[in-house]
C-alpha cells in the first residue's frame, strides 16, 4: 500500500525565511500533485510534476520531484503572510487512486 | 468556464439517515473522483468514475456508493449515516482519467452527522 509522508507537518516562520517542506513516497510513481487549502476552503492546485527532475515555479514557491529517491519537494523563499495555509502532496500510482500526504500547516508570522 | 460545483454546500443529517451529495464537473471533463476530509484521517480517496464508469475504490465500508450520469455528473451517496461520516466530503474533475491530469476541486460538501 502506498504511503505518503509529509514532514514537516506544522511550520511557524516569519516573513523572509525560506523553507523547505518535503514529501516522501513508499512506491514507484511518476506523478506527484502539490496543493494549497485554506481553512474552510478547497484544495488548490499548484504544481504536476510528471517525470523525474522536474521543477516548477510560481511566485516564491517551487516544487521539485526525484523519482529515484521517491521525494518530492516544495521550496518557499522569502515567506509572506499570504502563504499561510496547509499544503498537501498527492502521489498517483494505481489509475485514479491518488493518496494524500497529511499535509503541512504553514504559518508565515511579521 | 465554470469550476466544479458541489451541492449541497451544508448539510446536518441524523445517524441512521442517508444523504446523496451531488459533484458537477468542469465542462468537457469526464472524470470525477471523490474525498472524505477529516481532521483525524485527513484526506481520503473514496472513488473515482471515468464516463460513467467507477475505475477505482477506496477502502470504505458498502454504505458508501457512488454514480455517474452521461452528462459526467456525479452522486455519492452514504446510507445508514454514522457519527463517523461527519466530514468534508471533496469532488475532484479532470479532462482525462484522474491521475493522469490535473485535478481541480470542489468547495466541498460539509456534512455533520448529529
Known amino acids: 500500500e502506498l504511503k505518503v509522508e509529509q514532514n514537516p507537518l506544522f511550520l511557524s516562520m516569519q516573513e523572509g525565511k525560506n523553507y523547505t517542506i518535503y514529501c516522501n513516497y513508499s512506491?514507484?510513481?511518476?506523478?506527484l500533485y502539490w496543493y494549497r487549502q485554506d481553512p474552510g476552503k478547497s484544495l488548490e492546485s499548484l504544481f504536476v510534476?510528471?517525470?523525474?527532475?522536474a521543477v516548477k515555479q510560481e511566485g516564491r514557491l517551487m516544487a521539485s520531484l526525484d523519482t529515484k529517491a521517491r521525494l518530492s519537494t516544495l521550496h518557499i523563499t522569502a515567506a509572506v503572510h499570504d502563504l499561510s495555509a496547509t499544503y498537501f502532496c498527492?502521489?498517483?500510482?494505481?489509475?485514479?487512486?491518488?493518496?494524500f500526504g497529511d499535509g503541512t500547516t504553514l504559518t508565515v508570522k511579521p | 468556464k465554470a469550476g466544479v460545483t458541489q451541492t449541497p454546500r451544508y448539510l446536518i443529517k441524523t445517524r441512521g439517515q442517508q444523504v446523496t451529495l451531488s459533484c458537477s464537473p468542469i465542462?468537457?471533463?469526464?472524470?470525477v473522483s471523490w474525498y472524505q476530509q477529516t481532521p483525524g484521517q485527513g484526506l481520503q480517496f473514496l472513488f473515482e468514475?471515468?464516463?460513467?464508469?467507477?475505475?477505482n475504490k477506496g477502502n470504505f465500508p458498502g454504505r458508501f456508493s457512488g454514480r455517474q450520469f452521461s452528462n459526467s455528473r456525479s452522486e455519492m451517496n452514504v446510507s445508514t449515516l454514522e457519527l463517523g461520516d461527519s466530514a468534508l466530503y471533496l469532488c475532484?474533475?479532470?479532462?482525462?482519467?484522474?491521475?493522469?491530469?490535473?485535478?481541480?476541486f470542489g468547495q466541498g460538501t460539509r456534512l455533520t452527522v448529529v
Open positions: 475532484a474533475s479532470s479532462s482525462g482519467p484522474a491521475g493522469d491530469t490535473e485535478a481541480f
Open positions: 468514475y471515468f464516463s460513467e464508469t467507477q475505475r
Open positions: 512506491t514507484t510513481s511518476d506523478r
Open positions: 510534476l510528471l517525470s523525474n527532475g
Open positions: 465542462s468537457g471533463h469526464r472524470s
Open positions: 498527492a502521489v498517483n500510482t494505481n489509475a485514479g487512486k491518488s493518496t
